[in-house]
DNA sequence: TAATCTGGTTTTAAAATGCAACCTAATTCG
DNA sequence: CGAATTAGGTTGCATTTTAAAACCAGATTA
């Protein structure tokens, strides 16, 4: 049978998994932090079929998560580019990136070594933080009332 | 043909997914963050099929992103719990939970009020941060040389 | 003791994936 | 200039996954 879709799921999280929740879509993301920006170079850094990239992007694209410009004299090259959508999905990239290294490192000690261009140095592990910068752990939160059902 | 795994990827991006990173393993993971443990409320909850659910939380299980405890008398009453690891994925479920509600919010205004439990007071919006806690855009990162094809 | 609950496994279909082949327009190479 | 290559796809086909429903066995409850 066909996949469930979450599109009118309440929950938002759901939703998000519609949008960029599938093997490649998230992958296309990271690359596209990265730089890549074009349907070859996707294609070649991914390992990844060309009907499914194309699929993969047509979507992202109708999802507002990438854009495509028209970048040859003729109209025929393409670039796609990050939203501003796509782009604020830049905590969620890197705290799966680093929930990666930390709990499946890669003895090639490829760690994230990603640093703040204006000190050059590294960022700090994203967290979900207090009003004052603390961070909080799943312990430490609560959710005010919701009748439990709400985020199916 | 199957769907390509990318275990030994050198992007911890790709392995990550690999774990957690079809459609239903965050849902399972986020309810199992609001507190669900036994087979039937999951079931129940996010209207998943048997046997989808008891793939996944294998898979979970195997990954040490869940454990499975038993809790019967008689040996017949499990549990699904997060382990450490799977606790670690927080900062990941609320970017993704807060990117969908800031970008394909629903009218019902479900936006996640998560509070501190020990101030009441909301969490904050899941950023990338500077080593002195300003957060920081992908314009604002750069990775330190990086041949460029090291993360596909 | 009968009915129900829990936690599955087993069919069976529709759908998604991946590969290879093909295709057209543009660009580069000799 | 002509030929080869590149970019950006589309199409067909075999293989997997998925989802739904049926079934099932051991506890538990009525």
């Known amino acids: 049978m066909a996949r469930k879709r979450f599109d009118d799921s309440n929950c938002s999280v759901a939703r998000a998994l519609n949008e ?13 932090m990265y730089g890549t920006r074009r349907f070859v170079d ?6 990844i079929a060309k009907n499914i990239l194309g699929d993969r992007l047509t979507r992202l694209v109708d999802n507002r998560v990438l854009r495509k410009v028209d970048v040859g004299e003729h109209g025929s090259r393409f670039e ?4 501003e959508k796509g782009q604020d ?7 799966l990136r680093q929930w990666g290294d ?3 490192p890669v003895s090639d000690e490829s760690q994230l070594d990603l640093r703040d261009r204006a000190t050059g140095r590294a960022v700090q592990p994203v967290t979900v933080q207090d009003a004052d910068g603390n961070p909080l ?7 005010p009332d919701e009748p439990g059902t709400k985020t199916a």
Chains 1, 2 share one sequence.
């Open 80 to 83: 796609y580019r990050l939203t």
């Open 102 to 104: 930390k709990w499946n």
């Open 20 to 32: 960029v929740g599938d093997w490649w879509s998230l992958l296309i993301i990271l690359h596209a």
């Open 42 to 47: 996707f294609e070649r850094q991914l390992g």
């Open 137 to 143: 752990t799943i312990r430490d939160v609560f959710v």
């Open 89 to 95: 999905l830049f905590p969620v990239v890197i705290a």
